[in-house]
């Protein structure tokens, strides 16, 4: 009986397709800069209610070791989350430049800047010029670092050009901007 049953689903993969359901955020880049933008924003206001939290440890009065006591262990979070979201972004300056889409080249690019400079300011010599290239086409599992200097230099470089792609006409309005909503003035202010 069972394999009369199993020999009958010869279209169970067709059948069972949501056509609802995203099968790749990685070509759509909506998707790509939602979550990119969720995950920083995340990142970023987690972080400062982590050091908030350990600046009122400091004031607290500390009677009872077991009740005021922050047990913080890893911090490596910061770092992966921007790495992971550099990746994405990194994806979406593709499509963006295999589309002829400048607004979302120009919008991961600047992400991308405020990442790289948050993790520069935290930790001074960081992976950047060969960051998110760990990939089928450029298999760098393991980045070298950057100096903090040339990180810099290059920030300001990577702001000119998305200040530059953002400055032609009729450029289109993005999708998927849970920070601006699209307006592409805003995103040369960020």
């Known amino acids: 009986m069972l ?11 067709v059948v069972n397709d949501n056509p609802d359901v995203a099968t790749s955020i ?18 970023a206001v987690g972080d400062a209610w982590s050091e908030g939290n350990l600046m009122a440890q400091y004031g607290a009065r500390i009677v009872f070791t077991e009740f005021d ?8 979070g910061t770092w992966e989350s921007h790495y992971l979201t550099i990746r994405d972004l990194a994806a979406l300056r593709q499509i963006g430049e295999n589309t002829g889409n400048n607004s979302y ?6 992400m991308q800047t405020w990442l790289f400079q948050m993790l520069t300011d935290m930790w001074g010599d960081i992976p950047y010029t060969e960051a998110a290239k760990a990939s089928a086409m450029e298999p760098i599992f ?11 230099s290059g920030l300001l ?16 309005k993005i999708k998927g901007d849970i920070m601006f909503d699209g307006d592409l003035v805003k995103w040369r202010k960020f």
């Open 3 to 13: 394999l009369i049953s199993i020999g009958a689903c010869t279209k169970f993969e």
């Open 105 to 110: 080249e120009a919008v991961a690019l600047i």
């Open 26 to 43: 990685n070509n759509n880049p909506e998707l790509l800069l939602t979550n990119a933008q969720r995950n920083s924003i995340n990142r």
């Open 157 to 172: 470089a990577d702001l000119e050009k998305a200040n530059t792609l953002l400055g032609g006409t009729g450029l289109p």
């Open 69 to 76: 006591l922050f047990n913080w262990g890893t911090q490596s």
């Open 142 to 152: 393991q980045p070298s670092y950057d100096m903090q200097q040339n990180i810099y």
